[in-house]
């Protein structure tokens, strides 16, 4: 299994307009975020988690060439945005809609966002479809299987992913944008060879957990490794991570694993 970090950042990304801070001045490009997205490559299968308004960059930065199918974790628009640059990928699955999965809210804003891409297939060469199906409890193929559980974030649920590869038996979990990890949500997290978790900031926040919050949870599951994402321009990369307990680091734009 290979996991790519297209972005770390937040809503507002890292630099932020109009701010002249330490961060956003940094010289230190993991201080550079890019709107938070992932890439997974699992038995061979491309699975695009969100797509921010850098998407297309970020495919270019990363040399994303490829997707098999999309998940959305939910639908506000730093992680919704950059879906229109899917229609690229379904030109190269000659015009075959992109496979769609996220919650029935989520989808009912990709429809309202993208309603010319609601087609079983492209209407023409370089246009985007989409088929929107419904995340199940458990999404199996090819690749494994991945299970899913709903994270709180403010007045919506986000899609928390536990991803298993077929063959290797690689456990990646992915809980992004959660103001909390509930007892439940950290067992279906035990045993994960990777587990990536939301730590906004210093501060506390209504709708994210912070780097303190995120940091015990992480610490609670006991995965080989954690890192955290969605980071401010409150966080300096270098001077944060120093204070982070083993194995718990910090996620930044760029970083591709391999498990």
Known sequence: MEISFLGTGTSH????????????????????RNRCCIHVVMNGVSIQVDAGPEFRLQCIENGVTDIDLFILTHSHADHLMGMDDLRRFCDRRRGEAMPVYSTLEALEAVGRAFPYAILDRAAMRGYPAFALREMPGVLEGPFGRIATTLLPHGSIEVLGLIFEEAGSGRKFVYYTD???????????ARGADLLVLDGLRQEPHPTHMTIAQATD????????RTYL?????????????????????LAYDGLHLRL
Do not use: F, W, Y
């Open 13 to 32: 990304g890292v630099p932020m307009i109009g701010c002249d801070c330490a961060v956003c001045r940094s010289s230190d490009p993991r201080n550079h």
């Open 178 to 188: 959660c103001a909390a990890v509930s007892p439940g949500q950290r067992d279906l």
């Open 217 to 224: 949870v992480a610490l609670d599951i006991g995965a080989s």
């Open 229 to 249: 994402t969605h980071l401010t321009h409150t966080v300096d990369h270098a001077e944060v991570e120093k204070t982070l307990p083993d194995p718990v680091r």
